[in-house]
């Protein structure tokens, strides 16, 4: 029995029929495509994937022109690393990063796609299943389980009519799988979060914002006001003088005097000596009165 490695090498050489077959026997899963397109024939499509013999060679008895659909991530079988190329793009300065990097060069077999990008084909790590993704922004994308390839001889027909064939470039020595996550997080590094803004909320010490805040209040509800902005000082452990400074200036624009403004800032240090264990939204909800 030939080796999955051995079935693609030969594919290139057989019709698409004979190659499918091929494949089968190497205990890789296909499953029927639209002649010179990428979507599947069958009902289940790549769930449809199988390298039952029979069945295989009923497909293509059916549609001997389908192209081959290569279920990607199963044991024995490949994981596929699709460097994409579009008028948009090209995915080889990734693929330049990655080699530089040594995540890519244990591939087992280089396919070229019809685009003039390549497909570099890895051993799965038995160990454990690697997940399909893609990165468009790079034009890279990785087909691992849950995902699959068009293998040679199949060919796609371009919009002059024109066929446009998969074939292989090399077979590979060092065959190793690839670590897709690690080449991921290369090619597509995780953002930094944003430091998070300081709180919005009143915390005693934006003494500025106190101030503004209080030199805003209508009448009718200026001294209360102070005597809440000042608890919130108190509270941060702002000493009075400086709260006085900050906060006796703005109540002072309101309109408030200057003995008012001393006997509130007062009785507010006084209360919160007292009482630290009262709650500031408690305060806070008598300004909306």
């Given at each position: 029995m030939?080796?999955?490695?051995?079935?693609?090498?030969?594919?290139?050489?057989?019709?698409?029929p004979d190659a499918a077959m091929a494949y089968a026997r190497a205990s890789m899963a296909v499953f029927p495509c639209v002649p010179g397109e990428k979507r599947p024939l069958t009902e289940h499509g790549l769930t449809d994937a199988?390298?039952?013999?029979?069945?295989?060679?009923?497909?293509?008895?059916?549609?001997?022109?389908?192209?081959?659909?290569?279920?990607?991530?199963?044991?024995?079988?490949?994981?596929?690393?699709?460097?994409?190329?579009?008028?948009?793009?090209?995915?080889?300065?990734?693929?330049?990063?990655?080699?530089?990097?040594?995540?890519?060069?244990g591939w087992a077999v280089l396919i070229?796609?019809?685009?003039?990008?390549?497909?570099?084909?890895?051993?799965?790590?038995?160990?454990?299943e690697q997940r399909s993704w893609a990165l468009p922004k790079a034009h890279v994308d990785f087909r691992g389980a849950?995902?699959?390839?068009?293998?040679?001889?199949?060919?796609?027909v371009d919009g002059h009519g024109g066929r446009r064939g998969y074939r292989l470039v090399a077979t590979g020595r060092d065959r190793q799988p690839v670590e897709a996550e690690e080449l991921r997080r290369l090619l597509d590094p995780p953002r930094p979060r944003p430091a998070r803004r300081p709180a919005t909320a009143w915390d005693g010490r934006s003494g500025e914002r106190l101030g503004t805040w209080l030199a805003a209040q209508p009448e009718g509800n200026r001294n209360r006001a102070l005597f809440w902005a000042a608890c919130r000082q108190a509270e941060a452990g702002v000493p009075q003088d400086e709260a006085r400074f900050v906060l006796g200036s703005a109540a002072g624009r309101t309109g408030l005097g200057e003995r008012e403004i001393d006997a509130t800032l007062a009785?507010?240090?006084?209360?919160?000596?007292?009482?630290?264990?009262?709650?500031?939204?408690s305060m806070a909800g008598g300004l909306g009165r």
């Open positions: 030939s080796t999955p490695v051995d079935a693609l090498a030969a594919a290139g050489t057989l019709s698409l199988t390298a039952d013999p029979a069945r295989v060679a009923s497909w293509w008895r059916r549609w001997p022109q389908a192209n081959i659909g290569l279920a990607t991530g199963l044991p024995g079988g490949f994981d596929v690393l699709d460097i994409d190329v579009h008028p948009s793009g090209s995915g080889f300065p990734a693929l330049r990063r990655a080699r530089q990097a040594g995540l890519v060069d070229q796609s019809p685009s003039g990008g390549v497909h570099l084909y890895f051993a799965v790590d038995h160990g454990r849950g995902g699959y390839v068009i293998a040679p001889p199949s060919y796609v009785s507010a240090y006084r209360t919160t000596a007292r009482q630290r264990d009262v709650p500031t939204a």
